[in-house]
């Protein structure tokens, strides 16, 4: 048998069996130093693009809150921005159960946000838009005030 055999046989390590298991551990740790750099590397990556993703996500949103604010001076209003939000918002209202929307002052918050971006916007597509969404915004509510009435009626008989 040979010594190899033999030491797999018996168990038993020569020095010369140590001295090949310290060179391939060698080579191993070195193989496996460019896979670590590699591996922290895109770790740093994934972690600055999740922060570039929610640095996006946030100034988006406070720039969409800003917009919203009730009182900015005409240089502030971004008006393709407001009118797409104030569009947005007429149309999440329109969603809205009637419970939700009975005692809701929303109707007249934007209400004031139309009128006040239709007086900051000299824009005549702008302009336009604003009035056919001030125009349905009121057909809704009237519509909804029929309802509402046409069910007070109905539970009262």
């Known amino acids: 048998m040979s010594s190899e055999s033999s030491s797999v046989l018996t168990g038993r390590r ?8 310290a060179k391939q551990g060698s080579q191993s740790q070195r193989s496996r130093t460019p896979s670590r750099t590699l591996t922290r590397f895109f770790l740093w990556v994934r972690i600055l693009g999740l922060v570039a993703i929610i640095g996006y996500g946030v100034t988006g949103a406070y720039l969409g809150v800003v917009q919203q604010r009730v009182g900015l001076s005409p240089g502030e209003i971004d008006c393709p921005y407001r009118v797409n939000l104030i569009r947005d918002r007429v149309v999440a209202l329109t969603q809205r159960s009637p419970h939700q929307s009975h005692h809701d002052p929303q109707d007249d918050v934007v209400s004031t946000l139309i009128r006040e971006t239709q007086a ?14 001030a125009e349905r915004l009121h057909a809704y ?17």
């Open 14 to 21: 020569e020095p010369s069996d140590t001295a090949l298991l």
């Open 120 to 133: 900051a916007c000299p824009d005549p597509d702008a302009q336009h838009t604003l009035e056919s969404i």
């Open 141 to 157: 509510q009237r519509n909804r005030a029929e309802d509402s009435q046409a069910r007070h009626e109905l539970l009262a008989l």
